[in-house]
């Protein structure tokens, strides 16, 4: 049995429809919009004989047994950001969602098969990335979650028991990945690289590592009109500063580099800024280079501070080290790629995924990514061709089958035993 891609464009657009204004998806995780979402889901998963329940970290899973309890999980991630696109995260879900539809109609598979819709991979609300499958790899400090709070000045540790989590079991979902033997997640691309080459797969070999700080500048603040240029001690001077510097670094040892945020005090136009806090965010695929541009900013942050007679301090937000993929899967996955589209195309991914965590958990994992026009994500602008959506779920599907297939071949009783 081949999955239905009219299925699964039907599906998202439901989803878009059921969760989306006209500023794009509003599927904020621990939000009441991210449950009905769910609860939609959930409504999807009862037409399979799958059984459905969620982790003590809130992760949705859905289960068909199959011949040997050895499990091939599918999955990615439903929660967006605010005013967020139609596929991001949610094309996984669905598209996993698809290729089990046709697993279950063919019988029962030789391995188990599971369904996960991370929770909270976006992080939008408490700053806090990959929340859920954190929790699953064994990463996740709860006494840490616990102390977060949203703009609003809600607690992480309320707001996840509102939809039935406590925070002190998080890391009990641990044991979800104890029988797994792969990992599949398709993403769309979220940058420009496939639709620059004319081509709309890419099979990936792994995620940047990350390096994620809040950067307080404690200068000054005094009167913007009677303060001299030369006895100024300006924080956000000093955080712009900063800001260019981590640019540079970028261009200088690869990889990426972004303050995407600076919060100065007081913040009015008549006064020298005396705090200034920047948001770093740097990511590399090779963890050398990774530390070489993130000592790189750290040196620049303080001789800034000095040149502007201010203080610096740096506090951890999010880090994570570069991970590679199974060689055996990407490999799988590449092939596939080529025999769809007529040849190869191997990415690494600088967005973060919940991928990255299973990996680094033992899991061998494999992504594919999908064409975004105009590498556009993140906003209500993000899209993908229906048909580069056909030919992706269509590539999930034989990922997943050389998985199934594979291990049939090393059952007892099969060809290689």
């Not at 699953?136 to 709860?142: C, M, N, Q, T």
């Not at 993000?382 to 199934?404: I, K, N, P, Q, Y």
């Amino acid at each position: 049995m081949a999955p239905d891609a009219g299925r699964l464009l039907a599906d998202l657009r439901s989803l878009a429809t059921l969760t989306a204004t006209e500023r794009g998806a509003q599927r904020l995780a621990w939000t009441d919009t991210w449950a009905q979402a769910r609860s939609w889901e959930r409504e999807l998963l009862a037409e399979l004989p799958v059984t459905v329940d969620l982790d003590e970290a809130g992760n949705l899973w859905a289960t068909l047994p199959g011949e040997r309890p050895e499990t091939l999980i599918l999955g990615s991630h439903i929660d967006s950001v605010p005013d967020g696109g139609w596929l991001d995260g949610c094309l996984g879900v669905l598209a996993g969602l698809e290729v089990m539809r046709a697993i279950a109609a063919a019988g029962r598979p030789p391995l188990t098969v599971q369904l996960v819709d991370w929770a909270d991979e976006e992080g939008a609300r408490f700053g806090l990335s990959l929340m859920g499958s954190s929790a699953v790899a064994g990463k996740l400090d709860p006494d840490f979650v616990a102390g977060l709070r949203d703009s609003g000045g809600i607690t992480a540790k309320d707001a996840l028991a509102a939809h039935g989590v406590d925070v002190g079991r998080m890391p009990e979902a641990r044991s979800r990945l104890d029988a797994a033997i792969a990992y599949l997640e398709l993403h769309i691309e979220q940058g420009p690289v496939l639709e620059s080459r004319d081509l709309p797969l890419a099979v990936v070999t792994g995620t940047y590592g990350a390096e994620r700080w809040a950067v307080r500048f404690e200068g000054q603040a005094a009167h913007a009109g009677s303060t001299p240029m030369d006895l100024r001690h300006d924080a956000l001077a000093s955080a712009g500063r900063l800001a260019l510097e981590v640019r540079e670094l970028a261009r200088r040892h690869g990889g990426v580099g972004t303050v995407g945020r600076i919060e100065a005090e007081p913040g009015i136009v008549t006064a020298v800024a005396g705090v200034a806090t920047a948001l770093v965010d740097q990511r590399h695929s090779d963890a050398r280079g990774l530390a070489a541009a993130h000592a790189g900013a750290r040196e620049a942050s303080r001789r800034i501070a000095a040149e502007e007679g201010v203080q610096v301090a740096w506090s951890p937000l999010f880090r994570i080290h570069p991970i590679s993929f199974s060689p055996r899967l990407v490999d799988a996955g590449a092939a596939i790629v080529a025999e769809l589209q007529g040849q190869e195309v191997r990415l690494p991914s600088g967005p973060l995924h919940d991928a990255a965590h299973v990996a680094d958990s033992g899991v061998p994992t494999a992504m594919l990514f999908v064409r975004s026009k105009r590498g556009l994500s993140h906003t209500r602008e993000e899209d993908t061709d229906e048909g580069d959506l056909a030919l992706a779920l269509t590539a999930l599907d034989r990922l997943a089958r050389t998985v199934l297939d594979g291990a049939g071949a090393t059952a007892p009783g099969g060809p290689s035993s």
